[in-house]
């Protein structure tokens, strides 16, 4: 079966850490770029961070610049997303997507046409930060 599962969500204090992974079964995730997306009650899907095929370009959106990294471990066939210095504006459901196409980590990630034809969507995983 062909999916992606995320995993590593859950409640977090203000300022604390979490690390969000996404696995892959049936296909081999470096052939793919890679997106984080999330999505709050009431907004907007927003892209958060992507990574491109063959890893040339990063990128990630302002609001989580500096606090925010995306990595590969292709030998445990998995993208992480790194969240330091959490904020209660980063409370949303998480998901990481795949993409066969050859595109940017920018255009990924801020163009919806590219994210509507990701190949693959993961089921997204809740990341609450609350006090």
């Known amino acids: 079966q062909l999916q992606l599962v995320e995993s590593g969500g859950g409640l977090v204090q203000p300022g604390g850490s979490l690390r969000l992974s996404c696995a892959a079964s049936g296909f081999t995730l470096d052939l793919y770029a890679i997106g984080w997306f999330r999505q709050a009650p009431g907004k907007e899907r927003e892209g958060v961070s992507c990574i491109s095929r063959t890893e040339r370009t990063t990128y990630y959106a302002d609001s989580v610049k500096g606090r925010f990294t995306i990595s590969r471990d292709n030998a445990k066939n998995t993208v992480y997303l790194q969240m330091n210095r959490l904020e209660a504006e980063d409370t949303a459901v998480y998901y990481c997507?795949?993409?066969?196409?050859?595109?940017?980590?920018?255009?990924?990630?801020?163009?919806?046409?590219?994210?509507?034809?990701?190949?693959?969507w993961g089921k997204g995983t809740l990341v609450t930060v609350s006090a």
């Open positions: 997507a795949a993409s066969m196409s050859g595109l940017t980590a920018q255009a990924l990630c801020v163009e919806p046409k590219y994210q509507n034809g990701m190949d693959y």
